[in-house]
C-alpha cells in the first residue's frame, strides 16, 4: 500500500554533512569556524544577497520530511503526507514537496493556486478553512481537491458550483471532536487558557457528531458527491504524543458513530498536524518544546497507528488510509533567519543589538520569547560572554531575542536564528512599513534565489489616494 510515488522516484539521495558542531542534518558549524547551511557558508550568502535574509536547505527539508514519512509508513500500512503549505508556502518549496510524493493542506484560494501553479497532484491536495468563497470552492472543485467541510452550508454551496461545472466532487467534513480524555491536561499557553478539551472546544474548527451525521446524510443523496474522509487538527505544540493518539482514536470512534447512523464507514482519516521535533539545542533558550524531550516521528507514528489500529479492530470497522498534514515540523529545521548588527547600545544594568532582522519577519518571537536559536554567523562558536537583548529596529520592543547569551558583536556582524524555515517567510508582516526580505534556498554549495527582496514601489503601489485629498495637499490656493 504505501509503494514509493513516481515523484519519488525522482527525489535526489541525500548524504547529511559531518560539520565541526551539526545543529541539523544540513545545518552547522563548518570548517571554517562560521555557520553554514549544507555547502554554503551563511556569511558569503549574507554578504552576497543582503540582509534581512532568510535561507533554506532544500537536503534539510527532503531529510526531514523522508524521516517522518518513512516512520509512519514503518508502523502503518496506508500513509498519504500532506505538507501544510502556509508553514512555508514559497514556489520552490512546494516543488520540492512534489518531488518528495508530498500532498498539501491548502487554506484559501490563493495556497490553492500556488499549489496548483507549481504542478502538485490535484488529488493529493485538500482545501480546508471555516469560511470558505465562492472563489475557492469553484477553484476546488474545477481542479479536483477534496474539500473538507466546516459550516452547515457549504455543502449546499458545493453542490450548485459542481452542478454548475458539471464536475463530481470529492468531499471530506472537519470533526469537532469530545477529547474527553484530555480534559485534564493542560494546554499549552499560546493556545489560549484552559485544558487541552477547553481549548480544542473553544475554537471555531469542526462539526458536531450531529452535524456530520446529517451532512453525511445528505450528501449520499447528492450523485455527484464523493465521500472520501474526516479530518481532524490538534496542534498543540507539546511534547507529549500521547493527545495524538487520543485523538487518532476518537476518529475511529466517530467512524463507528457516522456508520451506525449513515451506513457510510470513512474509509480515509486525515489527523493534521501539530507535531513537535526535536533539537539539542532546544530551539533557543528555556525551551518548553521541540528539544531533546520532544518525541521522535517514530514515537508518532507507534502512538498513533496503535490507536487507530486496537479502535478499528474494538469497533470492527476496517482500517483507513491515514492522512497527516505536517508543517512546521518539516519546514522549521530547514531554514535560518539572518540579520546585520547596527546600534550596540549599552544602558545601566542591559546590553542591547539592534539588527535590521524584527518580529516582523520572525513573527513566534513576539509571543514566545524563548524561540529561535541565535548565533552569530561568524566564528559561531565562539564563546558567549555577554547577555544581551537581541532587538529589531521596529518601533515596538522588538525582541527577536532576549537575554541571550552571545560573544561581543559590534555593527556589521551577521546573526542568524535557527529553525526559521516554518512560519516565518509564510507570515512575515509590513509593520513600520519594512520591506519583505529574500529567500535563497541552498543545495549542496549552490544557492538560488527563491523570492526577491520587496522593492519600495511595491509597497506604495497598493495605495490610492483620492482627488479631493490631492486637491486638499497640492492644489494652489486661490483668492
Known amino acids: 500500500m504505501n509503494a514509493p510515488s513516481p515523484a519519488e522516484g525522482r527525489a535526489p539521495q541525500l548524504t547529511p554533512r559531518d560539520y565541526k558542531t551539526n545543529f541539523s542534518q544540513f545545518v552547522g558549524i563548518g570548517p571554517n569556524g562560521n555557520l553554514w547551511v549544507d555547502g554554503c557558508d551563511v556569511e558569503d550568502l549574507a554578504r552576497e544577497y543582503g540582509t534581512p535574509l532568510y535561507i533554506i536547505s532544500e537536503n534539510q527539508l527532503r531529510y526531514t520530511y523522508r524521516t517522518f514519512r518513512d516512520a509512519f509508513r514503518a508502523h502503518y500500512p496506508d500513509v498519504e503526507i ?26 484559501g484560494v490563493n495556497e490553492m493556486y500556488l499549489a496548483l501553479l507549481a504542478g502538485t497532484n490535484p488529488k493529493t491536495l485538500v482545501l480546508n478553512g471555516s469560511n470558505k468563497q465562492d472563489e475557492e470552492l469553484e477553484m476546488a472543485i474545477a481542479n479536483g481537491l477534496c474539500i473538507n467541510i466546516d459550516a452547515m452550508d457549504e455543502l449546499d454551496r458545493i453542490d450548485a458550483i459542481a452542478k454548475r461545472l458539471g464536475c463530481n466532487v470529492d468531499i471530506g467534513i472537519r470533526l469537532a471532536l469530545d477529547l474527553d480524555p484530555l480534559a485534564g491536561q493542560e494546554g499549552v499557553p499560546m493556545h489560549g487558557p484552559g485544558t487541552m478539551k477547553e481549548q480544542s472546544d473553544s475554537t471555531k474548527w469542526g462539526m458536531t457528531r450531529a452535524q456530520t451525521v446529517e451532512i453525511v446524510k445528505q450528501a449520499l443523496d447528492m450523485p455527484n458527491m464523493q465521500l472520501k474522509e474526516t479530518h481532524f487538527h490538534l496542534s498543540r505544540m507539546s511534547n507529549d504524543p500521547v493527545p495524538f493518539a487520543v485523538m487518532a482514536r476518537e476518529m475511529i470512534t466517530w467512524s463507528a458513530h457516522i456508520k451506525e447512523h449513515t451506513g457510510w464507514t470513512p474509509p480515509t482519516i486525515d489527523i493534521g498536524g501539530g507535531w513537535t521535533y526535536g533539537t539539542w539545542y532546544g530551539t533557543g533558550p528555556n525551551s518548553q518544546i521541540d528539544d531533546d524531550r520532544a518525541p521522535t516521528p517514530d514515537d508518532y507514528a507507534r502512538l498513533t497507528s496503535e490507536a487507530i489500529k486496537d479502535e478499528a479492530e474494538k469497533l470492527g470497522l476496517p482500517l483507513p488510509k491515514l492522512r497527516l498534514e505536517p508543517g512546521r515540523c518539516l519546514s522549521g529545521p530547514s531554514g535560518v533567519a539572518v540579520g546585520t548588527v547596527g546600534a550596540v547600545k549599552v544602558g545601566d544594568s542591559k546590553k542591547w543589538v539592534n539588527l535590521d532582522l524584527s518580529t516582523n519577519h520572525l513573527s513566534w518571537a513576539a509571543v514566545l520569547d524563548w524561540y529561535y536559536h541565535a548565533v552569530p554567523v561568524v566564528n559561531a562558536d565562539a564563546e558567549a560572554t555577554e547577555t544581551v537583548d537581541l532587538v529589531g529596529p521596529l518601533c515596538n520592543s522588538d525582541e527577536v531575542g532576549p537575554h541571550r547569551k552571545m560573544p561581543p558583536l559590534k555593527r556589521g556582524d551577521h546573526v542568524a536564528f535557527l529553525d526559521a524555515g516554518g512560519y516565518c517567510e509564510s507570515s512575515a508582516a509590513r509593520y513600520n512599513a519594512q520591506l519583505l526580505p529574500a529567500t535563497v534556498v541552498v543545495s549542496g554549495d549552490s544557492a538560488d534565489l527563491t523570492t526577491t527582496r520587496e522593492q519600495w514601489h511595491e509597497v506604495a503601489g497598493r495605495f490610492r489616494v483620492p482627488p479631493r485629498l490631492l486637491a486638499g495637499s497640492f492644489a494652489p490656493i486661490v483668492g
Open 82 to 107: 500532506l505538507f501544510a503549505n502556509k508553514s512555508n508556502n514559497g514556489l520552490a518549496i512546494r516543488h520540492i514537496m512534489n518531488q518528495e510524493g508530498a500532498g498539501g493542506d491548502c487554506f
